[in-house]
Structures are given as structure tokens and as C-alpha cells.
């Protein structure tokens, strides 16, 4: 088979799955490539032209629409959203797509003549069609009840997903981010986007440790927290880590669980690579004995990932919605954990990289109703500042994937709570 054909039915395969069986973009990429020799280029095609698929998935069904007469297996619709979105969205050679996609065609038995002449209207019309048309059927509708239900502007939210994130460094102190040599926003005295486009081990000062990945909107609760500061702290949930270099280098002790041991060896990479040396426990956190009390208590709890849909986008792209009740129980049990693990006058910090109610609001507002002997901790910062548009009004940190300094960030919640006995 020729490589460019293999390379296509290796995309096709990868969407399908996606959505078939749920499986993250990461995990479906993984599994189709590691086996098959490919080189860095091949291996980048694929990851590329996948991801942007599935970034512009809601502009091409409308696309579709308008060129597909009949009803059309869904096989079918996979194969021609990656071959549309190579012509339209990344200024692929149109015949070559159109052979190729073809030739996969054959092979998956998915009406290669059809295929074929959709393919080439399309590429006859490249002028005339509009790109930036959103299908709203075709985005899940649990998802558009969510919005509904948090009063947030979906159009905004679609918009953001097609844009690619920047690359946000995080550094472990402000001296180092003074030096750094690359082009880059700052976004704060510790923080910045880095302008140029490259691979994360080739941005200055990997090796030496001085700055790990970060979103910015995932920084800035433990940024805005002075009262981090020589503490003991537990990190329940810590792999990859971000959180948890941040207490790390405000002179904080900081013991990183995490239950997955995959997630551990990343987050073993990073600490070793930022020269850190600080206890690592790998159980579930549940299991945490209760013997060893501490000041802060840090849990970044699984959720369902919705703030990181522009890094994420296939959280839309699948079958089936995240299960929010499976979720929240298990965010329930965290928080009541952490409870535990807290010493009097203790802070517990909860967050999670959603934005919507049940996630969110909704388990802080169930934690302060079954524990009385907390109380809420505002985040409290100066009226002035930049960030302040980030602290809602009860004092909680709050963003939906948005726009700050012409890069796209993170949707993100994070609430504090004070023991008080
Ligand atoms: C949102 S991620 C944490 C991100 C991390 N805090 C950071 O800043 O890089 C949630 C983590 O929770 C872990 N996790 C899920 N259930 C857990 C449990 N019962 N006990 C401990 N860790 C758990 C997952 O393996 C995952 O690494």
C-alpha cells in the first residue's frame, strides 16, 4: 500500500475509534502508530490532519449538508470529514487527498465513487464555500443542555475549540522567566506563553529544569493563594504535576499521590527533570492513612475535562457524554477525604478543569452543607488587578475556555474552605 494511503486509513481508523469506543484522542493515536513504522514526519501528518479533523468536525458537517444528498453511513461521513478538512482547512493538494481518500475507500468498502465525486465538487467549490458555518445539530445535545443550563455563549465556546492552544510555561521562579531567551507573552512574573511554534523538549531551558507546561487558567488558583507559602501539604491527585511544583517552589512541602502509575512515571519524569525531591505515593486516594495531618490539603479532582475541550476537543467528538453522575460521586469522596487529611485552621483547595454547575458549585455548595466545622475561603485579591475578572462573586475562581492576551486559555474552577474545628 502506498504511504500516503496508509497513512489515511490509519486517521480514519483513529476518528473512528474515537468515537466509537470513547477513547481519548491520545490513546487512539497511540494505539494505531506505536506498532507501525512511521517516521517523525509520517507520525506528525497523521496527529495533525486527526486533531484538526476533529477541530473543525461542526464546520464540515454543515458542509456536508449541503453536498450529501442521501442519507450516509456515519463510516462514510468519518472518512470525508478528515479528506475535507486536509482540502479546506490545511491547504492539502486536492487530488491527492481525493486519491487517496479513495483508495481507503476501496479498502473499507465506504462507496469509493461517491467519495470520489463529493471530493471533487468539493474541490471545485474551494472559493465559494463557507468555512466558518457552524452545524448546531450536530453538536451533542447533553452538551448543548449544559451550556443552557450554566448561561454561557455557545458560539464563543465552538469558536474557541477550533482554535489551537499556546504553549503556556510555567517557571519556578520570577528570576528565571526574566532570563528566558524565547519569544513569549507574559502572563504573569512567573508565567508566559511562548510565541514561536516548537517541540516542547527544543524551547530553551528544558533540560535544565527551569519551567514546566501549565495552562494559564490551571496556574492561577495556587498563583493567587499567598497563604501557600512553607507549609505541609498533600497533593491527592498530582500527576502530571503542574499544581504541585507550584507549592513545590514556594518553599512548601509537598508530598505528590496519584493513583495511576503511568500518570506517577510522567510526573517522576517532570520532577526529575526540574530537579525536585519530594516524597511520591501511589495509591488511591481514599486509602491515604489518616495518622499524618497536613496545613493545605490539594485536590485537583478527575473530572470531566469540558474546560480543556480546546485541547481536548474530542470530549464532543465521541459517542457517549462523560458520566457526570459517576463523576461527581467520585468528587464527593475526594472532597470528604480531604477533609480528613486536614489539620484545625487547615486550607483544602478543590478544583477541577470544568466549568459547569454540577462539578463545580455544586459539590461546594454539598461540602459546606455536611461540614460544618468548615467554612469558605475566599480567594481575595486586589481590585485592581488584571486577574480579578477571574474571581466570580462568591469568591471562587472561575473561567470558561476563553481569550486573555490574544491566547486562548482553559476553562477552570477552583473554591477554598477553612477547618475550623
Ligand atoms: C486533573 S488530574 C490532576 C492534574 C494534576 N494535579 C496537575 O496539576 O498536573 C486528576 C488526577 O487524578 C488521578 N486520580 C483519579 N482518581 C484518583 C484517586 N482515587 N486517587 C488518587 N488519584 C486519582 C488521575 O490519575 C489524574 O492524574
Known sequence: MKKSVKIRKIIFEILYDIHQKNVNFDEGFLFFTKNISLNDQDRSMIYNITLNSIRSNFYISNILNQYLRKRTSFRVKILLLSAITQILFLDFKSYAVTNDTVEVAKIKKLNPSLI???????????????????????????????????????????????????????????????????????????????????????????????????????????????????????????????????????????????????????????LNRLRYKNNISNTNALNIGENILFDIVILDSPCSGIGTLRRNPEILFKKNPPNFNSLVNIQENLINKAARLLKKQGILIYMVCSFFFEETKAVKNKFLAENKNFSHYKFKIDKNSKLNKFIDNEGDFYTTPSEFNNHMIDGFYATKFKKND
Open 116 to 270: 470520489n465525486s463529493l471530493l471533487k465538487n468539493i474541490s471545485n467549490d474551494i472559493k465559494i464555500i463557507n468555512k466558518k458555518k457552524i452545524d448546531y445539530s450536530s453538536i451533542p445535545i447533553w452538551f448543548i443542555d449544559q451550556i443552557k443550563k450554566n448561561n454561557i455563549n455557545l458560539n464563543n465556546i465552538i469558536e474557541n475549540i477550533s482554535k489551537e492552544p499556546s504553549l503556556h510555561l510555567v517557571f519556578k521562579d520570577k528570576k528565571l522567566l526574566r532570563n528566558f531567551k524565547e519569544e513569549n507573552i507574559k502572563t504573569t512574573d512567573t508565567s508566559a506563553f511562548i510565541l514561536e511554534k516548537k517541540r516542547i523538549k527544543e524551547i530553551r531551558n528544558y533540560n535544565e529544569g527551569h519551567w514546566w507546561i501549565q495552562d494559564f487558567s490551571s496556574m492561577l488558583p495556587i498563583y493567587l493563594s499567598p497563604e501557600f507559602k512553607s507549609k505541609n501539604i498533600i497533593d491527592m491527585c498530582s500527576a502530571p504535576g503542574g499544581k504541585a511544583f507550584q507549592a513545590i517552589s514556594r518553599g512548601n512541602e509537598v508530598i505528590l499521590n496519584d493513583i495511576s502509575i503511568k500518570r506517577i512515571n510522567i510526573l517522576k519524569d517532570n
